[in-house]
């Protein structure tokens, strides 16, 4: 085990070359990986040169390299955290007792359906986002979504490592269909819901990276504690990769609401549609929309599959050993207010441990609100009264208790009928996809413009100036 990783046709610091077999069958995974990624991925610039961060090693300080690259010959590999000197399971039944190396008889089958739902929503996301670069805002944003683009189609990688490594046949089966699935294909659709929404403007890119990506990392804490210890070091790698995506959703949200705020004083009716910008309710609609289906994303409220997991030291909470003390979760409950058929609420108390899925969502709920604190800070600065909340957790759900039934943003019970009536003030319409997607028709190649509807960043990245040629595309 070593923290740098090598230079060998599949870039791995796990000593690739001494498992013939595994490294055959990678080998043999990878040029399919590449026809996907040439299929689905970024569409129209898989020729261009891309200022990329690139995994040279796993240590904290240090571990990117950064020039440029042309995507299908971005290095694609296997990086995994270095391991805990003896590590023990850290919760639930298994507390204490050394950490599994292989995968353990009676869990397989958990195991393997967790790491293939996690694995699905790495190219599911790139999928997402492939016509994206076409209506680019700037070539800074271009460059910024092709790194996000790269590092979700290693996470797929990250978890076809586990499957081939540890899963046999069924795992090398499983490894095909994650790149059989489609983002919204009616047939073979991907497997969480969010990963089946149309992604198809910037607001929704900008939004999904601050939201959905931060499910993202939720998840992985969660899994980061696993007894199952392979899981563990590569879920901990993939959380250093993640903090950039969701950088890549604040900022943008942040200076979409700049710029917002500047073309509404700029209007004689405050009025940043009028100025080609993107006025403040339909922005907070997107957030209702993006912030619902990622908090489908954490599983029902009340999930005996999360019992499990936990009991069996398969999925922890973020964080365990430090924001926790009781880590069994035995004793303790949540309690929930159950919507009954006829439209009351019923309380429900639940044990804790049947109850993870929601400790897992509250933190997120608090981290996704920190955001959105630094949001209503800038529309301050800019004198602009208007405060971009989340909704009730509630509101728009389709998995867990509150789904099937109809909430308005605070949460409040509504019919089917006050439901249809409202809901195009709660969630973006198709003429609000229409208008977004109107400010948008044209890419922006230029280096340092920036389309009308966003601010510039602050700075560019790695120390190069806003107005660097990020990406070297040819435009004609
Ligand atoms: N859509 O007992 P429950 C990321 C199913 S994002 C569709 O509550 P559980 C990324 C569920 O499978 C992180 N189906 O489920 C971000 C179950 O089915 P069965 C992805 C759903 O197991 C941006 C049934 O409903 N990682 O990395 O406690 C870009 C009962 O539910 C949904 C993971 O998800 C849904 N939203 O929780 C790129 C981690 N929710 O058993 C990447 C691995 C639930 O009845 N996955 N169902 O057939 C898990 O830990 C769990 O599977 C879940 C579900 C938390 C997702
Ligand atoms: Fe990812
Ligand atoms: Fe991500």
Not at 133 to 152: A, I, K
Not at 300 to 322: M, V
Not at 454 to 467: E, L
Request: net charge negative; hydrophobic share 35%; proline share 5%.
């Amino acid at each position: 085990m070593s923290s740098v990783i090598n230079s060998e046709r599949i870039p791995n610091n796990v000593h690739l070359g001494d498992d013939r077999k595994l490294q055959r069958a990678l080998e043999a995974w990878q040029p399919r990986f590449i026809d996907w990624w040439k299929e689905m991925g970024p569409e129209g610039f898989q020729e261009d040169q891309v200022y990329l961060r690139t995994a040279i090693s796993v240590d904290a300080d240090g571990w990117a390299n950064f020039d440029y690259v042309k995507m299908p010959d971005y290095r694609w590999g296997i990086f995994l955290a270095d391991p805990v000197k003896d590590r023990k399971i850290g919760f639930g039944d298994n507390m204490g007792k050394d950490a599994w190396q292989t995968v353990p008889g009676e869990h397989r089958n958990t195991l393997r359906r967790l790491i293939v739902t996690q694995g699905d929503t790495e190219p599911a996301s790139v999928e997402q986002q492939r016509l994206l670069g076409q209506t680019c805002p700037s070539l800074y944003d271009l460059r910024n979504l092709f790194q996000v683009n790269v590092e979700e189609g290693r996470h797929l990688w990250a978890m076809v490592y586990l499957l081939h490594s540890y899963f046999g046949r069924d795992g090398r089966e499983e490894a095909e269909a994650l790149l059989e699935r489609r983002s919204g294909n009616e047939d073979k659709p991907r497997i969480l819901g969010a990963f089946n929404e149309p992604c198809n403007h910037w607001l929704s890119f900008f939004m999904f990276t601050y939201f959905t990506d931060r499910d993202g990392k939720y998840q992985l804490l969660a899994l980061a504690e696993s007894g199952f210890d392979p899981l563990s070091r590569t879920t901990r790698f993939m959380l250093t990769e993640e903090a950039h995506h969701m950088f890549v959703g604040e900022k943008g949200v942040g200076r979409v609401l700049k710029r917002s705020a500047e073309l509404m004083k700029k209007n004689s009716n405050g009025d940043a549609r009028a100025e080609g910008g993107i006025d403040l309710p339909t922005l907070q609609k997107y957030v209702n929309l993006w912030y619902s289906v990622s908090l489908d994303l954490f599983g029902g409220e009340i999930s005996s599959n999360a019992a499990n997991y936990f009991a069996a030291g398969i999925k922890g909470r973020a964080h365990e050993e430090r924001s926790y003390e009781d880590h069994m979760a035995l004793e303790g409950s949540m309690t929930f207010d159950v919507p009954t058929s006829d439209g009351r609420f019923e309380k429900q108390e639940v044990p804790l441990r049947t109850a993870m899925n929601e400790v897992l969502r509250q933190e997120y709920v608090s981290d996704s609100q920190r955001g959105l604190d630094n949001w209503n800070k800038i529309l301050r600065k800019e004198d602009i009264d208007f405060e971009i909340t989340l909704p009730s957790t509630r509101f728009h759900r389709e998995t867990g208790i509150y789904a099937g039934m109809h909430f308005d943003p605070e949460g409040r019970l509504l019919s089917a009928e006050e439901w249809e009536k409202k809901k195009a003030d709660f969630l973006p319409t198709e003429e609000d996809e229409t208008y977004i997607k109107s400010l948008m028709t044209k890419p922006i190649f230029e280096p340092g413009k920036m389309a009308n509807w966003i601010a510039p960043p602050k700075k560019g990245i790695k120390g190069r100036p806003v107005d660097f040629e990020y990406v070297r595309h040819d435009a004609s």
